[in-house]
């Protein structure tokens, strides 16, 4: 039996604490004054906006305010006034990106490869699309998610 002693902070692991602390400041963010000049001043004739890393247009709805600059971690107090000035950055700091560039340009950050990215995503969908992709290129197709995983990261 494990006694992995937990610090706390004001009767919190330190792990909900700080989560608790980041979404906060992230919620703060969406109000953050420069983020809404960010978009404003990316804004197209027509309503839209031009992704800084696809170069294509989309809708407000399909796009997200970036830090360039990763906000870093959250774990500790020491790290609280770095993840703060870098979460309410200048206008310079912020860029507009789709959906999909956002998502991987921040899983990129934290650590992923891109055919990780392309395993997660193909292992978000179910088995009968799994099937579908794979059998395009392999006839005898994984009974199961971790065969189907395998085979779906020798293919890439």
Not at 51 to 66: G, T, Y
Not at 77 to 99: P, R, S, T, W
């Amino acid at each position: 039996m494990s006694t992995k002693k937990t610090s706390r902070i004001h009767g919190w692991s330190e792990a909900k604490y700080w989560g608790f602390i980041r979404s906060c400041l992230r919620r703060a963010f969406q109000r953050y004054p420069n983020k809404y000049r960010t978009q404003a001043s990316a804004k197209r004739v027509g309503g839209k906006y031009e992704c800084n890393l696809c170069k294509k247009e989309f809708r407000a709805k399909d796009v997200a305010v970036d830090h360039i600059v990763p906000c870093g971690t959250l774990k500790s107090f020491e790290d609280l006034a770095v993840f703060a000035d870098n979460m309410f950055c200048e206008i310079k700091g912020l860029q507009i990106l789709c959906k999909a560039c956002h998502k991987t340009k921040t899983l990129h950050e934290r650590g992923m490869s891109d055919e990780d990215i392309k395993v997660s995503e193909f292992r978000k969908l179910p088995a009968k699309q799994q099937k579908e992709k794979l059998s395009m290129y392999i006839n005898d197709v994984g009974k199961n998610q971790a065969e189907r995983l395998k085979q779906y990261r020798e293919l890439l």
